[in-house]
């Protein structure tokens, strides 16, 4: 059981590892065709409050998903 919670704990650390070097890839690639049209930039914005989005929204589940595992070895143990 607790090689299960360090395999989730690990999976969890890659994957917010790998959405924070694509949020910043993306907005490096963003910074570079910024000097276009308007319409570049509000689709700039659209696209960084999607990402924070999804990035809120996965932190939220990766918690919950951690105390529900934590919850599950203190009671099966």
Known sequence: ???LVVVVVVVVVV??????????????FMAVSEEETALVEVLDNVVVQVLEAVVIVFVVVVVVVVVVVVVVVVVVE
């Not at 994957?15 to 490096?28: G, Q, R, S």
Request: aromatic share 0%.
């Open 15 to 28: 994957v917010v590892v790998v959405v924070i070097v694509i949020a910043a890839a993306t907005k490096k």
């Open 1 to 3: 059981m607790l090689v």
